[in-house]
């Protein structure tokens, strides 16, 4: 799945990377997950913004979210739902209500997530699977792995039936899927991510595109933890970072581009948006290596 771009029918014409709704050139119907806090906070606030309408889900905290959009003046453009992604009944709920809302869906954004620290708050990382509760593994596998096949699942028969849509999933750093210390969260990471290429692959064709987007680092929510003094965490990665590639996404620009990561804090905002993305984009998962496995006839190939 190569990143072939469409013409871009505006952000061509922007000199620099900054993107607004001028430059996706329509307003997009938006669900994401975990929006109250941290990235998908920063996520929605920045889709509203420019111009989206949001349906904004977490377990809990939209209230401060709602009253943050009202103070940027984007209250008409956000709806809130409390869900938790993990369960069976959550997706279908979370679709039905983004479209009785805003009369249709047009992405998703898989952004709700948990690690040994917001499972369990106060901890961090032991450094050795074999201290890591089962129930403490069981719930992030859960939330990172089965919630966004479950949403991808039920947002993408709209999207699909429509010929337009997005679904854009956040991972992590490939390396902080295998370091140590970092089991499960690390390789729930890295099977939504192997997903996400499987599903961009199964929906080649339709309109609807599917790509990761992460910070490239440790970034400044609660998701860190106590890994980090106060101090440190304000010179890690800020949330917002995932804004201005976000917005790309949103437009017309990507719509031949599928089955790619980018990391945000590779985006350079003094290029043009496409050449932007092509400096920090690379195919998703591990695509690079080519196919492995051998087959029957001593080919690699598709199981039948």
């Known amino acids: 799945m190569s990143q072939q771009q469409a013409p871009d029918k ?84 979370l679709v039905q209500a983004t479209i009785d809302r805003f009369g249709r869906l047009d992405m998703l954004i898989n952004n709700a997530g948990v690690g040994p620290n917001t499972v369990r708050p106060g901890t961090s990382p032991t450094g050795d699977f074999r201290t890591v509760a089962p129930e403490d593994f069981r719930r992030i596998i859960d939330v990172n792995v089965v919630g966004p096949f479950l949403m991808t699942r039920a947002a993408v028969k709209p999207m699909v039936a429509q010929g337009w849509g997005r679904v854009i999933n956040v991972t992590t750093s490939l390396d902080s899927m295998w370091r140590k210390g970092m089991l499960p969260y690390g390789g729930s990471k890295a099977a939504n991510e192997a997903h996400c290429c499987i599903m961009a692959a199964e929906l080649d064709g339709t309109g609807v595109t599917v790509n990761i987007l992460v910070p490239g680092g440790p970034v400044n929510t609660r998701l860190v933890g106590s890994s980090f003094t106060e101090a440190e965490k304000q010179k890690l990665i800020q949330p917002d970072i995932m804004v201005t590639p976000l917005l790309w996404l949103a437009s017309d620009a990507t719509n031949a581009t599928t089955g790619q990561r980018f990391i945000a804090a590779f985006w350079d905002k003094t290029l043009p948006p496409d050449e932007a993305a092509a400096k920090c984009g690379a195919p998703m998962a591990w695509q690079q290596l080519g196919r492995q496995a051998i087959f029957p006839g001593g080919k690699g190939g598709e199981v039948h």
Request: charged share 25%; net charge positive.
């Open 10 to 93: 505006t952000g061509r014409a922007h000199k620099t990377g900054r993107i607004t709704l001028s430059s996706t050139a329509t307003s997009r119907v938006v669900l994401v997950t975990g929006a109250a806090r941290g990235i998908g906070r920063a996520m929605t606030l920045g889709l509203l913004a420019a111009g989206h309408r949001v349906l904004a889900s977490d377990i809990d905290g939209l209230d401060d979210l709602a009253a943050a959009a009202k103070q940027q003046r984007n209250v008409d453009q956000i709806a809130t739902v409390a869900a938790d992604v993990s369960k069976d009944e959550s997706a279908d709920r």
